[in-house]
C-alpha cells in the first residue's frame, strides 16, 4: 500500500504515513512513463531498433512504445520486472548477481544490434541494475567465476565507482562497448540515473560510453578489496581490454541523455514537505560510504536540530540521497537502507520527536525483496520488549530481519524505476 503525496502538517501519529508519502513522490517522479515521453524525437523514418537493460528498462520499453506503438527490439530486466510490450522482447534475469538468462540475452542483442546498418537508428534504455543484467564475461570467463567476482565485489564494501571499473574491464558489453556493436547506425541511449554524481558512464556500467579507466585500473581495485581473479582474467587485464575510449571513433553516432536523477526525486519530496508545512534540508543527491557512518552522522544533525524545530514551532524533514555500501562482517540479511535506519536508531537513542526512513527507490534494498525501513523513538522501547538486540543486528548485518520482526519494513513490490536510496528524517517540534 501507497500513501500517496503528504497534503498536512505531519505529527507523531501520522509521521510513518507521512514520510512514506515522501518516499512515494520520489518514485512517482521518475516513472518512466511520465518521464520518457518529453525525451522522444519524432520516430524515426525507417529502422528503429529498441535495446536497453535495467530495472527500470521494460517500464521505459513500455513508455516507448505507447508514444510510438510496436518496436524491434529486446530488453532485459530483474525477475518480477517484466511489463506488457507490443514488439519489444522483454527478458527478465538475475539481479544483483548475473545468471544464465542474462548472458543468452545479452548474446542476442548483441547479435541484434550486429544486423544495424548506418542508416538505421538504435534507442537505448539504460537503468540501474543494467551492469548485472547486461553480462557478457570477457577473457573466457565462466558465468561462475564472473558470478562469484560479483559476489564478491558486493560483499566487499567497495563505492560503486571502483566496482564499476572492474566490471567494465571484465566485459565484452560494458564501458561502451554495446554502442560501439550498433556502430555505424545512430543510438540515442536515455538513461535513469541511479548513481552518485549522475555519470552517464557510471550508470549500469556504462554500456554507451566511453571509459577512460584503464584494465591496470581494474587490477588495482581487486587489489584493494581483496577480490580474487581467475588467473585468465589477470592475465587478459594485464594485456588490456575491449572497454571503449572516450572519444573512439565507434562511439561517435551515439547521443546520450540522463533523463531522470536523484536531484530531481528529492527535489519533488523537498517541495511536498514544504506544502505541508514543514522546513527542508536538503543534504545532498550523492551520499556515499558505509551505511552505519552515514546514518550517525545524520542522526547527530537531526539532534542539533531539534531545538531549530521546537523554536519555530514547524516540523523539519532532512533529505538525502545516493548510495551506501554495507561491508559484511555478518551472516544477516540487511541492504544498506535498512541498515542504515538501525545505525540511526541507535545513534538517537529514543530521541523524542525524530522518525526516520530509508529506501531503495527500485523497492529492493541489497538481496531482500523490501525497499527498506520506517522508524520513530519508540523502536528500540519496540525492540526490548521483544526480546531483540538492535546491536547484535547490526553486527551481524541483519537489520532486515530485526524490522521484520518489528514489522517496520517498506515493502513497495517492484516500483519499476531506481534513482538511488531515498533518506529522510522528521524531526517534529518537542510535544508535537
Known sequence: MTSGTPTSPPTAATADRFLRGLFDTAVAVADPLAV????????????????????????????????????????????????????????????????????AATVDMLALLGTAGPKDHVLALISGGGSALLCAPAFGLTLAEKQAINAALLASGAPIGDMNVLRKHLSLVKG????????PAKMLSLMISDVPGDSPAAIASGPTVGDDSRAADALAIAERYGISLPDKAR????????????????????????????????????????????????LGDDLEGEARDLAAHHAGLAR???????????????????ECTVTRR?????????????????????????HVLACDTDGVDGAAEVAGASVGPEVLHRAGAAGLSPTGALAEN????????????????????????????LILPMGG
Do not use: W
Open 36 to 103: 520518457i515521453p518529453d525525451h522522444l524525437p519524432p520516430r524515426p523514418k525507417g529502422r528503429l531498433i529498441v535495446v536497453g537493460a535495467g530495472k527500470a528498462s521494460a517500464r521505459m520499453a513500455e513508455a516507448v512504445e505507447a508514444h510510438y506503438g510496436p518496436c524491434e527490439g529486446l530488453v532485459i530486466t530483474r525477475y518480477g520486472y517484466a511489463r506488457p510490450t507490443q514488439g519489444i522482447k522483454i527478458i527478465e534475469a538475475a539481479h544483483p548477481v548475473p545468471d544464465a538468462a542474462g548472458v
Open 235 to 282: 592475465a587478459g587485464l594485464a594485456a588490456g581490454s575491449s572497454v571503449r575510449a572516450v572519444g573512439d571513433p565507434a562511439l561517435a553516432t551515439c547521443d546520450n541523455r540522463v533523463i531522470a536523477a536523484p536531484s530531481q526525486s528529492l527535489a519533488a519530496a523537498a517541495k511536498a514537505a514544504r506544502a505541508a508545512g514543514c522546513d527542508v534540508q536538503i
Open 398 to 425: 541483519d537489520a532486515h530481519t530485526f524490522f521484520d520482526q518489528l514489522s517496520a519494513q517498506v515493502v513497495t513490490g517492484p516500483t519499476l524505476t531506481n534513482v538511488n536510496d531515498f533518506r529522510a528524517f
Open 304 to 322: 542539533e536540530l531539534r531545538a531549530k524545530a521546537h523554536e519555530n514551532g514547524r516540523p523539519m524533514v532532512l533529505l538525502s540521497g545516493g
Open 330 to 354: 555478518g551472516s544477516g540479511v540487511g541492504g544498506p537502507n535498512a541498515e542504515y535506519v538501525l545505525a540511526a536508531a541507535l545513534a538517537l537513542d529514543g530521541a523524542e520527536g525524530i
Open 176 to 183: 561502451g562497448q554495446l554502442a560501439a556493436a550498433a556502430a
